[in-house]
């Protein structure tokens, strides 16, 4: 079979090269909110990172897992010979261009990740062209010739997704970095050889952003099926493939969540995980279920005032 055209590294460079053109275009708080990440991870030690006290000259607290601290911090290593002035904790609102240009090129670079996955995997099944839902799991690389061209024409789809592009480049996150992780996840799962390290790069990508937790039981269904239970019947255990996973996920965890743990800041850092204090519908956008609860909390107010 031919190989496919445009490929999926061409179309990442002319994507990329049009973000290029988007480095002064609108930012949201969330550009402001990273940016101040990168400070608090350069200017102050781990064991304060957490802490309400570290944060007394900001608004932003540092709310994501210590995977993703520690990612804010490798790239303060960086961002200290593009502009030192962004990693001063009491600048607020500090948008020097060489901010602009450090922390949006950041986004292009780690979204490599995403751009590697994709090479190695497509979409999971044809749903998500017609429903734009998620990803399923047919492989660019590993898929039959048939399959091969649209399994291509969707993982371009989700290179080239507008919403990625809004919400990534112009609003401002890390959401391809997050995704490309989830999917070579995906990809090294799907093959037996790989299956440990799937699972395990599963967990530190929880340990980066927990919005992923949602996946956590099918995808521990799934390792306990293939990974830890023989093929003919489930009542066999395979025990050096549970210990070897269960060292894995320990290491993971272990490092992510060790110092917190030793520290005695577990019930700080749960507090920025899951702010529940603030309201569940703090910061939450999603129109399912939070909006049902708004809708019938709005209702039930009205109806005990009465």
């Known amino acids: 079979m031919a190989e496919l ?6 179309c990442a460079a002319v994507a990329a090269a049009f973000k290029v053109l988007l480095f002064p275009a609108y930012k ?6 990273h940016r101040n990440w990168l400070a608090i991870t350069h200017s102050l030690p781990l064991k304060q990172w957490y802490l309400e006290a570290s944060n007394q000259t900001s608004e932003w607290t540092l709310d994501y897992p210590p995977f993703f601290a520690y990612f804010e911090w490798l790239l303060s290593q960086a961002a200290q010979y593009a502009d030192p002035g962004m990693l001063d904790v009491k600048q607020l609102g500090y948008d020097s261009w060489q901010t602009v240009y450090f922390q949006r090129a950041t986004v292009i670079l780690t979204e490599g990740v995403l751009v590697y996955a994709l090479h190695l995997c497509g979409p999971l099944g044809v749903k998500y062209l017609k429903l734009r839902l998620i990803l399923a799991s047919s492989f660019v690389k590993t898929s039959p010739p048939a399959s091969k061209q649209l399994a291509h024409a969707a993982a371009l789809s989700i290179l080239l997704s507008p919403g990625l592009l809004i919400i990534d480049h112009i609003h401002f996150q890390y959401n391809g970095l997050l995704y490309g ?3 070579l996840s995906f990809v090294l799962a799907r093959k037996q050889q790989s299956l440990l390290l799937g699972g ?4 530190a990508l929880l340990c980066m952003k927990h919005i992923y937790l949602y996946l956590a039981p099918a995808y521990c ?22 210990l070897k996973l269960a060292t894995g996920l320990s290491i993971i965890v272990g490092a992510a969540f060790g110092p917190i743990l030793y520290w005695g800041q577990t019930e700080q850092l749960l507090g920025r995980l899951f702010p529940f204090s603030r309201g ?12 049902m609860y708004a809708f019938t909390d709005r209702l039930l107010i009205y109806g005990i005032s009465k």
């Not at 949201?28 to 909110?33: A, H, K, W």
């Not at 569940?280 to 909006?291: D, E, G, I, R, V």
Request: charged residues 10%; contains cysteine; glycine residues 0%.
């Open 181 to 183: 992780i989830l999917i």
């Open 28 to 33: 949201s708080t969330d550009f402001e909110v």
């Open 280 to 291: 569940l519908c703090h910061a939450y956008w999603a129109p399912n279920f939070w909006a």
């Open 5 to 10: 055209y445009p490929s999926i590294a061409q």
């Open 200 to 203: 395990i790069l599963f967990a």
């Open 221 to 242: 269904i799934y390792l306990l099926r293939a990974y830890c239970l023989r093929s003919k019947s489930i009542l066999q255990l395979r025990v050096p493939n549970i």
